[in-house]
């Protein structure tokens, strides 16, 4: 099994909202992934969680709050987002530390901040 | 940090014919070199690597090269077919993190039936 999971595939809030973006992988990965993708861009990296604890943090606005309850679920909690926050999330993981770090990506979730 | 450029941004190739993605990376201690390819609301998957120790790799119709003195890397496509027409990203990773890949700026390929 080689695939990384999202929820919800769409997402559309306001300003003022709370919401949370969901990824689940069961491929055994220790290193997990927030990028966020704008059109006609690569994606950019936001924050690498490895054995569980935050290892890399790309200086992302603190209304991106990540979350790793465990090794197979990464969340990412959205607060006061901003109409430029608009892009595709992309979850990915990979094994940890080693020489094996192909990532895999999930499909993603479509936000639109409005 | 680490800078992936890529180049060209759009290639447009007949059905058949070869297309060549060029890519330079700006760190040298970088030593693993991911391509993926993303479609249209699409994912982005893996399609090849390479690692510093090689010079090339072969996939059935795909190959890359990586020249670590000139810092450079590409992508040969042969005998192109229209399912190849995507969004290619070349990245590199810095050996100090094996966990950051950094990803150049993609190129629009367009295979022409």
């Known amino acids: 099994d080689t695939e990384v999971t999202q929820t919800p595939k769409h997402l559309v809030m306001g300003m003022t909202n709370k919401k949370s973006l969901k990824c689940e992988q069961h491929?055994?990965?220790?290193?997990m992934y927030w990028y966020k993708q704008k059109a006609k861009k690569p994606p950019e990296l936001m924050f690498v969680?490895?054995?569980?604890?935050?290892?890399i943090n790309e200086s992302v606005p603190s209304r991106f709050s990540p979350e790793c309850p465990n090794s197979s679920l990464l969340n990412l909690h959205l607060h006061a987002l901003q109409p430029e926050d608009s892009a595709l999330y992309l979850c990915?993981?990979?094994?940890?530390?080693?020489?094996?770090?192909?990532?895999?990506f999930g499909a993603g979730t479509r936000l639109s901040v409005l | 940090g680490e800078n992936v450029e890529q180049h060209p941004s759009t290639l447009s190739v007949q059905e058949g014919d070869s297309a060549v993605i060029k890519c330079t990376y700006s760190?040298?201690?970088?030593?693993?070199f991911p391509w993926y390819k993303q479609e249209l609301g699409k994912r982005p998957q893996l399609i090849i690597d390479?690692?510093?120790?090689?010079g090339e790799k072969k996939d059935q119709r795909i190959a890359v090269t990586l020249n670590k003195t000139a810092k450079h890397f590409s992508l040969h496509i042969t005998e192109t077919q229209p399912e190849d027409s995507a969004v290619y990203f070349c990245?590199?990773?810095?050996?100090?993190?094996?966990?950051?890949?950094?990803f150049g700026p993609g190129t629009s390929l367009s295979v022409i039936p």
């Open positions: 990915a993981s990979s094994h940890s530390g080693t020489r094996e770090h192909i990532q895999y």
């Open positions: 491929m055994g990965h220790r290193a």
């Open positions: 969680y490895s054995y569980e604890k935050l290892s």
């Open positions: 760190d040298s201690a970088s030593n693993y």
């Open positions: 390479i690692r510093s120790n090689v």
């Open positions: 990245a590199a990773s810095e050996e100090t993190s094996y966990d950051k890949v950094i």
